[in-house]
């Protein structure tokens, strides 16, 4: 696939996964359009078998609270689901945690592809998109090795691991009830596995366990990829 097409690609799903309803890319737009917004975009990178980077400059973050459960949602934590719907068009690898800050540069490079999405009535934001490589065509020894050189750029780097023991939904008006000594009953039974949860993504299953009087989880099963939910 070119890259153009998984940039249109990257760019559709993100907005079908954007927490506002109604979301669509209208098309592809000059950077200069969405200049007055690029200082305060949200952006990632993606690493895996092809490189990219994605920032997503907003209109208005007004969506930020009602899609977030309060005024104290974080505006990287509502995005972070649909900035993954994005990377699952370049087909496995790893998007590394959101962040805030000035994306000009990647919305002014000619390689990259800047989208509008829209509600059908005004601009909701600007999506820009630069995928590496996705036309090159080396021997199976050469992608191979390329892969594993990229990978090792990222060892370093410190993801978030997670223990989840179970979920429930509740309404605003339950949670704003709660108080020291209320139980709340999860979606889980007694000695049933937990979640393991790398950067918010399931990669395997496991027991809890005390180690010096702390907890810890024994690894019971590792996901196959295809088993991991997305």
Excluded at 113 to 127: K, L, M, R
């Amino acid at each position: 696939m070119s890259n153009l097409a998984l940039h249109a690609a990257a760019a559709d799903r993100l907005a079908a996964a954007l927490p506002v309803p109604g979301l669509a890319v209208t098309g592809t737009v000059a950077p200069a359009v969405a200049a007055p917004h690029t200082a305060l975009a949200v952006s990632a990178s993606f690493v895996g078998a092809l490189t990219a980077d994605f920032a997503l400059a907003l209109a208005s973050t007004d969506f930020v609270a009602e899609a977030g459960g309060g005024p104290e949602a974080s505006t990287t934590a509502v995005l972070r689901p649909a900035f993954e719907r994005a990377a699952e068009a370049l087909q496995g690898g790893v998007l590394s945690e959101l962040a805030e800050g000035d994306a000009s540069e990647l919305f002014a490079d000619p390689e990259a592809a800047v989208y509008e999405i829209s509600d059908g009535a005004a601009p909701f934001g600007w999506f820009a998109v630069r995928v590496h490589d996705a036309d090159a065509a080396p021997s199976a020894l050469a992608d191979t090795s390329g892969f594993v050189s990229r990978l090792g750029r990222i060892h370093d780097v410190e993801m978030a691991l997670t223990v989840e023991i179970g979920r429930t939904r509740m309404s605003i008006r339950d949670a704003l009830s709660m108080e020291p000594g209320k139980v709340i009953e999860l979606d889980r039974s007694a000695g049933a596995p937990v979640d393991v949860l790398l950067n918010g993504r399931k990669i395997a299953l496991g027991e809890v366990v005390v180690v010096d009087q702390d907890y810890g989880v024994r690894i019971t099963r590792i996901l196959d990829v295809a088993e991991a939910p997305r």
